[in-house]
């Protein structure tokens, strides 16, 4: 079991997920009929890479929480590679989703609720990086990096759902009853790219944080060995 | 739009994901040989102090 959720072994598995997804969103999967026609296919990426950024951002919530509780800095440590990440994520949603919104809409940016929540979302975490890098003394840059990762995810169920309670905007609902009103064939490739995003994600938190763990590690033994 | 117009706009969005997925391992793959040099150093350190105590 420990092998199987071993860094290499997701990353082989998201590798494999995300090549047969994607291979099916573009020999499988009908084109979409509206006016948005082939740029539709960045769809099977987009939205995946936006969940898994949320999820980072979750991560790094939880962590923050049990490292409140415990002031195990092996907690500070996950939060702190899940922010990086999840911010490394939603650059790339919001990218991509720069990219689809000028061949869909014909403008690369709205001031729509989903994209200003989700813009939102990565200036906090651009600030929270910000945050650790100005404190020196770790007990103190931990413990406020931690208050802060708890504040900042009260932002991260307002973008999810900014589609669905403010539904006058031009972002639609992907994920929601019925699929999102998403055809079967539609369905089953973005279900598989979504899986395999989010194990691309636990594979890269796995590994960033097992960096980390021994890089605290080397800078402990040279403390001991006298520089 | 038409299709040549959609490819060139997906061609885009899969290559900055594509590339960034790329740069992701470059940059951790630089983390670990670092990691990797200075376990190195710290094994040559502990060997000398060793020897300095026998």
Redesign the interface.
């Known amino acids: 079991m420990k092998k199987l959720l071993s860094a290499p072994a997701l990353f082989a598995a998201a590798g494999i997920l995300l090549v047969v997804g994607?291979v099916l969103a573009f020999w499988y999967s009908p084109t979409d009929s509206s006016?948005?026609?082939?740029?539709q296919?960045?769809l099977y990426?987009?939205a995946p890479?936006a969940e898994a950024a949320l999820v980072a951002f979750g991560v790094a919530f939880v962590a923050a929480i049990a490292y409140l509780r415990t002031q195990d800095m092996k907690w500070d440590r996950l939060s702190f590679v899940s922010v990086r990440l999840g911010l490394?994520f939603s650059?790339?949603v919001m990218?991509?989703g720069m990219?689809?919104g000028?061949?869909a809409w014909g403008t690369w940016w709205a001031w729509e609720p989903r994209l200003t929540t989700f813009l939102l979302v990565c200036f906090l975490y651009a600030a929270y990086w910000v945050l650790r890098s100005v404190v020196d003394e770790e007990q103190r840059r931990a413990t406020y990096a931690a208050v802060f990762a708890i504040i900042a995810f009260i932002d991260v169920p307002i973008t999810f759902f900014a589609t669905r309670f403010l539904p006058e905007g031009l972002h639609p609902v992907v994920i929601g009853p019925g699929g999102g009103g998403m055809e079967g064939s539609m369905a089953v490739s973005f279900a598989i790219c979504m899986l395999g995003m989010t194990l691309l994600l636990a594979a890269?938190i796995r590994?960033?944080y097992e960096?980390e763990l021994?890089?605290d590690r080397?800078s402990d033994?040279?403390t001991s060995?006298g520089g | 739009?038409t299709?040549e117009?959609?490819?060139k706009?997906?061609a885009?969005?899969?290559g900055?994901?594509m590339a960034?997925i790329v740069i992701?391992y470059f940059m951790?793959a630089r983390?670990?040989a670092t990691?990797q040099r200075?376990?190195q150093l710290?094994e040559d350190?502990?060997r000398r102090?060793q020897g300095g105590a026998e």
């Not at chain 1, 006016?35 to 740029?39: A, K, P, Y």
């Open positions: 994607v006016s948005m026609g082939f740029s296919k960045i990426y987009h890479i490394l650059i790339l990218i991509t990219i689809w000028k061949a890269m590994r960033d960096i021994i890089k080397v033994l040279k060995l | 739009m299709l117009e959609g490819v706009y997906v885009a969005a899969y900055v994901i960034v992701y951790s983390r670990v990691l200075d376990v710290l350190e502990a102090l």
